[in-house]
């Protein structure tokens, strides 16, 4: 079974830039989370998908940053303008959706973002 | 406590040592608990999810407590390996949330 993929790998943009992420869940998977982590932080919850519907997207740092999941496959998280402080690896996970907290969060290698 | 917190930040041990780290989180409110395993540049591995107070559980050579009213959790590697070298990440999440909330992490080395 394929495990949760991210595209791309590495991006390096300027300030001001757009860049938008993609994340494919495991097949199946009802839930997907996106998450990032700013070097020497710890890894931080950014939203949560249920399907196709944002369950909570209480940790999105602003209005520069937009997810979506349409059709509940794949998702997108855009970033618009890119601010230096947007640098990080963004994690995307999934999971089933059978005990939602109480199973397992599959992660992603993580999208390495880096505004210069 | 209001963060997950974890300790040490970073140890190195020899090869056959055994060790263990902590992770304290906030007992209150208190839902579930992960463990993962990260090597730079791929996937945190799930390690363990913990929800009941005293449980135990067993992965290979790496176990792990839990003590839900104290709000700590051990993990233990038993004769470490140089491919335990990596950061083990711990993740609390409270009753109502879909969030985890991470520690920073405890990156182990060991050494040959």
Redesign the interface.
């Known amino acids: 079974e394929a495990g949760v993929t991210q595209f791309p790998s590495h991006s390096v943009i300027e300030k001001g830039q757009t860049v938008t992420l993609r994340c494919d869940p495991i097949s199946g998977h009802d839930n997907l989370y996106w998450y990032r982590r700013v070097m020497g932080k710890e890894i931080k919850f950014l939203l949560h998908f249920v399907k196709e519907s944002k369950q909570d997207e209480s940790g999105m740092p602003n209005n520069r940053f937009l997810a979506e999941r349409t059709g509940g496959t794949y998702s997108t998280l855009k970033v618009q303008p890119a601010e230096l402080e947007d640098s990080g690896v963004y994690f995307c996970a999934s999971s089933q959706g059978l005990a939602v907290g109480r199973e397992t969060q599959y992660f992603g290698p993580g999208t390495r973002l880096l505004v210069l | 406590i209001l963060n ?1 917190e974890q300790s040490p930040q970073s140890l190195h041990v020899q090869e056959g040592d055994s060790t263990n780290f902590t992770c304290s989180f906030p007992s209150s409110n208190f ?2 608990l ?1 463990w ?1 395993r990260w090597e730079t ?6 390690l363990f ?1 913990m ?1 009941l107070n005293g449980d135990e559980k067993k992965k290979g050579r790496i176990s792990a407590t839990l003590n839900t009213k104290e709000g700590y959790s051990y993990l233990y590697i038993k004769g470490s390996q140089p491919e335990d070298s990596a950061t083990y ?1 711990c ?1 609390s ?1 409270g009753a109502g ?9 405890t990156k182990l080395s060991v050494i040959p």
């Open positions: 997950v839902y579930a992960h993962y540049a791929k996937s945190p591995e799930a999810v929800t990440l993740a999440l949330s879909y969030q985890l909330t991470f520690g920073k992490g």
